[in-house]
């Protein structure tokens, strides 16, 4: 057993986020293990470009509100104590809705050949295609 040493605190890159995020790696790939968790913060209207996960992604909702959106026109907005799961292969975007931070965990995993990364990125999301979002949504049920 033994603690990892705690990594730098940083910025979320312009090729994958709109706005301000943030992003602490808490939990990297350990054999046998391989799964991945980030904690990520998001000020209002802050957001990823479109994405996918080879094998799914996790997000639980620390604080705030987040809005995930799909490909297939799907909008959930989920709370503090929710969690969304993108299924392996979902196109999607995640981050704040515009009147509130926003604070997820992120877990993921790697296939064991994987070295690096199992997302694929795209373009970024427009300020019309986030608006709308925000307006055509589902909200899921206190867990």
Do not use: C
Not at 48 to 71: E, S
Not at 83 to 106: K, N, Q, R, Y
């Amino acid at each position: 057993m033994h603690i990892d040493p705690r990594g730098a605190t940083v910025r979320g890159p312009s090729d994958r986020f709109t706005g301000d995020v943030w992003v602490d790696t808490i939990a990297r790939p350990q054999p046998p293990g391989y799964a991945t968790v980030a904690l990520v913060r998001f000020a209002p209207g802050a957001r990823t470009a479109w994405h996918v996960h080879r094998h799914g992604q996790t997000l639980h909702i620390t604080q705030g509100t987040a809005v995930v959106h799909t490909r297939d026109g799907r909008t959930i907005i989920a709370g503090a104590g929710q969690s969304v799961h993108t299924p392996p292969g979902e196109w999607h975007w995640h981050g704040a809705a515009d009147d509130s931070f926003m604070e997820h965990l992120a877990v993921s995993t790697l296939a064991p050949s994987e070295k690096d990364s199992a997302v694929e990125w795209a373009e970024h999301i427009t300020a019309e295609e986030y608006a709308s979002a925000l307006t055509h949504n589902e909200r899921p049920s206190n867990p």
